[in-house]
């Protein structure tokens, strides 16, 4: 399925190993890593398009079904589940109708899902045709070609979804070195912590696409030390160069720079008029083609605190707040209450997201390769 501008395999829980090790081999093999091209598996060789959702009926009392999220390593023998993406999730709604995990309503499904990675409920409000979910329709998101059926997804209070803690440091900003320099950084966990860090400091423009990051090693290098010091601030990792190993995926770093005007991957030119905040995100070590329905949840909430990095950049303005990224435009509407200095509470957190079932068939492993990732991960754990 397409959820938003990601693409996976959706996978019933009952059809997968409930043995993390041989879970990890059977996901490895089926997307066909480790492997650069994934040329044996389902995987499409980015990390957009590496992911996989399990999902099964949900026994929370407030929640209808639960979603695991799973990205998918490309060239490293490594499944995480650390962090949740929201693109994934805008079809987990539709998933579940399909395999009938929610009884579908009149013109519109809610659908309550339990994110496990993060244990938060998201409500995905699934319009229908029929008793199915509806595809054709006029929503447009970035990243995506053609319009589809709306989705809305309703993070609710999302603050502290690894971390317990809004501002995991009790500081909107802190300083660190990055290669010699000192800068400032603002870590933020809504939906899934993110570590901002203003493009100027890192010697970016912020505007930068990714093939441009991609052949800066040394910008890269930065970024990747950046989200090492994050790592080791929430005690994901206690050496921060362990982090690209130990956890990858979380927690994820973003630039940002005030608006202004670049030109798209597509080659359409976004106006300084037209966003209130440029952002470039990278995942999994690789710079994001668009930005993670977590990153601009987060990134909306960031905005609303007060000194945070994020803050500064952003052009002044309401509860939404619309992002420039490398593929378009995204907007996301957020609630934000102050709660004490340095204390807020998130009423609200919506976005609007597509998606699409693209296939719905058999996939087929192969057995010893299954074997070869099993030794290889049984390696990796006793090392």
């Not at 996901?27 to 492997?35: H, M």
């Not at 030390?225 to 990792?237: F, T, Y």
Request: proline share 5%.
């Amino acid at each position: 399925m397409r959820g938003g501008s990601s693409r996976g395999g959706f996978f019933l829980a009952k059809d997968l190993p409930v043995d993390g090790l041989e879970r990890t081999a059977w996901l490895l093999a089926a997307y066909g890593s480790p492997d650069s091209r994934q040329i044996d598996g389902i995987g499409g060789a980015d990390a957009l398009t590496s992911k996989a959702a399990i999902v099964s009926k949900s026994s929370h009392p407030r929640a209808d079904v639960d979603y695991t999220f799973c990205q998918v390593g490309i060239e490293r023998p490594q499944v995480s589940t650390g962090g949740n993406c929201g693109n994934m999730l805008s079809a987990v709604g539709p998933f579940a109708i399909y395999k009938r995990l929610v009884q579908p309503t009149a013109r519109e499904t809610l659908v309550r899902i339990y994110t496990t990675n993060t244990k938060q409920i998201v409500t995905a409000h699934i319009p229908m045709d029929g008793d199915l979910p509806a595809v054709e329709g006029d929503c447009k998101i970035a990243g995506v070609p053609g319009a589809f059926a709306r989705i809305m997804l309703d993070f609710g209070d999302c603050s502290g979804s690894v971390t317990g803690k809004l501002l995991p440091t009790g500081s909107p900003r802190n300083v660190i070195t990055v290669d010699g320099r000192t800068i400032e950084v603002s870590l933020v966990d809504a939906a899934t912590p993110f570590v901002y860090v203003r493009a100027a400091d890192l010697g970016a423009s912020g505007t930068e696409l990714p093939a441009n990051l991609l052949a800066d090693p040394r910008l890269m290098s930065r970024l990747e030390e950046v989200r090492g010091w994050a790592a080791q601030a929430i005690g994901l990792v206690d050496n921060a160069r362990d982090a690209a190993d130990k956890s990858p995926n979380i927690p994820r770093v973003v630039m940002v720079a005030p608006p202004v005007g670049y030109q798209a991957i597509d080659g359409q030119y976004i106006t300084a008029e037209d966003c209130d905040l440029v952002v470039r995100q990278l995942a999994m070590q690789r710079p994001h083609k668009a930005l993670a329905v977590t990153g601009s949840v987060c990134t909306a909430v960031a905005a609303a605190v007060e000194d945070s990095v994020v803050a500064e950049c952003r052009r002044s303005g309401s509860g939404q707040v619309r992002l420039g990224h490398p593929s378009g435009v995204l907007q996301v509407s957020s609630v934000i209450q102050r709660d004490g200095e340095q204390h807020y509470r998130i009423r609200e957190a919506k976005i609007e997201r597509t998606a699409r079932l693209i296939m719905s068939g058999d996939l087929f492993l192969s057995r010893n390769r299954i074997t070869e990732i099993r030794k290889i991960l049984t390696a990796q754990s006793v090392a």
